[in-house]
């Protein structure tokens, strides 16, 4: 029999909790940036999401010792089976991690960390995308208007008027958008009825692991590069990674996929602000232009598919 997905809406902590996520994700495209300047992009982002998975495991022993005294002969089997699904998941949602982490810590060191938060901010608009393929949920026409918008965001900011030609520091963070965008969607399918903290840990583990063993291959990790990075990665590792990824799983409970998307989108206008702030790097005129159609592109594709509905109905 197939399993039953709740229903899901939104609540004001769920608002709140990716709001913060967002903010938090704003400063760790900063500590990114920051962290290139000792090592290199693998090792960087291997160490940080361990140290993230290093932040939960504490939690993660604590609770199970505590569920796993609470269990009898009959509840311990459906523990056990419910353990080996979130095991399940948080392996998936590892190598999407990696995935989408890795393309952006590698684009972060090419080019303006503000410039790659809003490109990887395109997710937004590929969630609806994913859920039409996989899902077969149709996208409101508004929707596909705005998709046109941000694309044409992306040219201004991305796209070098002289050789009309998209450089590697703007491929990467697109293909880092599509690795989100299918991580949302499936922490939107995983993450209600499921312990966050575990699942994310696990997701962590994973992501942290597939990481490190890529640092061995394609880099040299030095141990005085990696001390000079210590505080950057501490942010982007403790903060950014084992407390914001877990805010967002939890989050996500109390979410839908597309509001979740919309707040979490907000990390692109803090990384530029912050940007701005801590390391004095202004986007050009034409960059600023691209991020402002992007920016209310994304902001209109939320209210697209109510305002289509009420579209819908007024014809009838």
Known sequence: MEEQQPVQKTQLRGVLLLLLTSLIWGGAFIAQKMGMDAVRPLTFSGLRILMGATVLLPIVIFRERRDWKALTDETRPA????????????VI???????????????????????VAFITALYIFLVPVI???IFRKKIPVLTWICILFGILGLYFLSIDPSDLSFTVGDILPFACSIGFAIHITAVSRFSPGTDGVRLAFIQFTTAGILTVILMFIFEKPEIHAILDALPPMLYAGCLSCGVGYTLQIVGQKYATASVAALLLCMESVFAVLLQALILGQML?????LGCSIMFAAIIFSQFSE?????LFRSKK
């Open 284 to 288: 050009s005129p034409r960059e600023m």
């Open 306 to 310: 109510p305002l289509s509905e009420k």
């Open 79 to 90: 523990h056990i089976a419910a353990g080996k699904k979130l095991l399940l998941r948080g």
């Open 131 to 133: 859920g039409l393929i």
């Open 93 to 115: 949602l590892g190598f999407i991690f990696a995935f989408a982490n890795n393309t952006q810590q590698i684009a972060i060191s090419l080019t303006s960390p503000g410039k």
